[in-house]
């Protein structure tokens, strides 16, 4: 997402930015369709290094599965722009 923001927008664009910035950019680019949605994986990703509890991985594993469907809209995205 980041690489090509980078190469599509310019690098000025995207370099140092916060994460909910990039993830602007990218629902601004089309690239993704739920921003918020993108924040909560970000969240959730950010949980597995400081709590270790049954309940918080189970919380984890489920954003794991929405996640990898959205990853996988995220590079139809990008392979379709770039054609």
């Known amino acids: ?4 923001l980078s190469k599509n927008l ?8 916060p994460r909910y910035e990039l993830f602007r950019l990218a629902g601004e680019s089309l690239l993704i369709d739920n921003v918020s949605l993108w924040m909560d994986y970000h969240d959730a990703r950010n949980e597995t290094s400081h709590v270790y509890d049954k309940t ?3 919380e984890v594993f489920a954003a794991a599965v929405k996640f990898s469907e959205d990853a996988k809209k995220l590079l139809a995205n990008i392979e379709k722009k770039n054609d």
Request: overall charge positive; glycine content about 20%.
């Open 56 to 58: 918080t991985a189970g």
């Open 1 to 4: 997402m980041k690489r090509w």
């Open 10 to 17: 310019g690098s000025a664009y995207v370099d140092g930015i």
